[in-house]
């Protein structure tokens, strides 16, 4: 059966149809089913690409990408942050307390056409890049530096041994008569009249005028750095760089006996007050140091050391008898000298004082004073019955090589690496008079030990040299040696004058 419509008939009305409530999960299954269906789409697509080689896909492989901040950004943000910090210090408007902080922090106090206002805001900048800190840690150290600066200038001590106070009493007790005696003695020399005083020294100086090479001997085949008379003057004692020799002076220097004991560079060797007089031959008669440290005591029969003075760690360059005989006093480059009792046999003074090496030091005929001279070119007296450092001898412009007091107990002649040689007045402390003695620097200085009327300098420009004392004037230049002076010395009598070279030989001097 077939259904005709007439043309006639309107058609029906689509009536609209209204929805009540949401469309939200209509339109996403709507959605869901799109997606499905273009992802098959795509995966097929995808996979038919993996087949044939077109497509790559790594195995989970993942690269991490760094947030870069430029450059100029963190430059920017810097300073931001370091304006941001400077607005935060408290800077003082005091200008002097400004300058201070500046100088401080280790910056120009001032900046040329900078004023004060423009000095506040640069300290500002300053602190805001090191730190508000860094002021009060500068400022703390530099009251730190303050107190121990001020620690340093005030007088401390050590508390002494037992030992050395009764040697400081044994010393006290012996040195006062003995300058009881010379300052009468003085006093007796100056009732003698002016002309007998006069014709004395016109005939001192003749002799010695007249001084002539009396002998000469090699000593060693090494450089000879020290010679000393015996007490009795009939015995020279001389260091090499090798062995101690002492010789007879009464047989034309014939050599009595070689004594080996050092290791290395002998400085000094010393012959102790009394050694051939009273002392018996087995008592210890002599004293040597050298270059390793070592102190060794020697007596005249025996050619090996008889006992050893351990304590130095550094070059001895010097030791001298204390004229009671009792007491060593040694020289260290440990910026120390050491004083030691043979009686108790123990170092009862490490005294420090000089502020570089220790060279030289010699004994107050008194016993009272020793003075000590080395490479810092100042002189120091000190007092032994009281530990002080009495009299301080400022003037040389180099090393201190040597130094020897005068009989008159109130002369100090010191001998430096400045070519010169001063003589020292220590009742008023100053320099009396500079001898230009040598070309070269000194090794030696001596006073003649009876009365102290002539000086004796020994110098590196192989010369050695006699001065009248007073008037400093030149008298005799004792030339002959190849090599430098190293040692001189006078005999204790007066008559002879002995002087050790670095040729290797040591020459008697004798006025005919």
């Not at 059966?1 to 008939?9: A, G, M, Q």
């Not at 002097?96 to 280790?106: D, F, P, S, Y």
């Not at 200038?153 to 508390?159: A, G, K, R």
Request: aromatic share 8%; hydrophobic share 35%.
């Amino acid at each position: 059966p077939s259904l005709t419509v007439s043309e006639d008939v309107a058609p029906a009305v689509k009536k609209s149809r209204v929805f009540y409530g949401s469309l939200e999960e209509k339109e996403r299954e709507r959605l869901r089913g799109e997606a499905a269906s273009s992802t098959t789409a795509s995966s097929d697509a995808v996979k038919a690409g993996i087949e044939a080689g077109n497509i790559n896909i790594s195995s989970g492989e993942t690269l991490e990408m760094e947030e870069r901040v430029s450059e100029r950004q963190q430059e920017a943000l810097a300073e931001f942050e370091r304006r941001r910090r400077a607005r935060q210090i408290t800077v003082s408007t005091d200008d002097a307390e400004v300058k201070a902080g500046l100088r401080a922090l280790g910056e120009p106090i001032t900046l040329f056409g900078e004023g004060p206002a423009d000095r506040r805001e640069r300290l500002r900048s300053v602190l805001s890049v090191v730190g508000p800190d860094a002021l009060k840690k500068s400022r703390k150290d530099e009251e730190r530096a303050k107190r121990s600066h001020d620690e340093c200038q005030q007088t401390w001590y050590h508390e002494g041994s037992a030992s050395l106070k009764d040697a400081r009493l044994w010393l006290a007790k012996y040195s006062l008569p003995r300058a009881m005696r010379r300052l009468e003695a003085a006093r007796a020399q100056k009732d003698v009249t002016e002309g007998t005083r006069t014709i004395r020294q016109q005939e001192l100086h003749k002799s010695l005028r007249n001084l002539n090479n009396f002998c000469s001997q090699i000593g060693d085949d090494r450089p000879i750095s020290f010679c000393h008379f015996s007490p009795n003057s009939k015995m020279l004692a001389t260091a090499s760089w090798s062995v101690l020799c002492f010789s007879s002076l009464l047989t034309y220097c014939s050599l009595i006996r070689t004594l080996r004991g050092h290791n290395t560079n002998v400085g000094a060797v010393v012959f102790r007050p009394q050694a051939g007089v009273s002392l018996d031959q087995s008592d210890v008669s002599l004293a040597s140091c050298a270059a390793d440290g070592s102190v060794k005591l020697w007596n005249l029969e025996s050619d090996e050391p008889v006992a050893d003075i351990e304590g130095h760690s550094e070059r001895v360059s010097r030791v001298s008898w204390h004229p009671s005989g009792r007491f060593l006093g040694t020289t260290c480059y440990d910026n120390s000298w050491r004083l030691w009792d043979l009686e108790v046999q123990e170092e009862i003074l490490h005294q420090e004082g000089h502020s570089k090496g220790v060279h030289d030091l010699t004994f107050h005929q008194d016993g009272s004073l020793v003075a000590t001279g080395g490479l810092d070119a100042f002189g120091r007296v000190w007092d032994l019955r009281t530990g002080r450092c009495v009299v301080f001898l400022e003037g040389h412009l180099k090393e201190i090589y040597t130094l020897h007091f005068s009989p008159n107990g109130y002369h100090l002649a010191t001998g430096s690496g400045d070519n010169t040689c001063k003589v020292w007045e220590l009742r008023n402390r100053k320099c009396l008079y500079t001898v230009p003695a040598h070309q070269n620097l000194l090794s030696a200085v001596r006073f003649q030990p009876t009365d102290g009327h002539f000086l004796l300098t020994g110098a590196y420009d192989s010369t050695a040299k006699v001065w009248s004392h007073p008037g400093w004037t030149p008298l005799k230049t004792l030339a002959g040696h190849e090599g430098k002076v190293m040692g001189v010395d006078v005999s204790p009598d007066g008559k002879l004058i002995a002087t050790s070279s670095y040729d290797r030989t040591f020459k008697l001097w004798l006025s005919e």
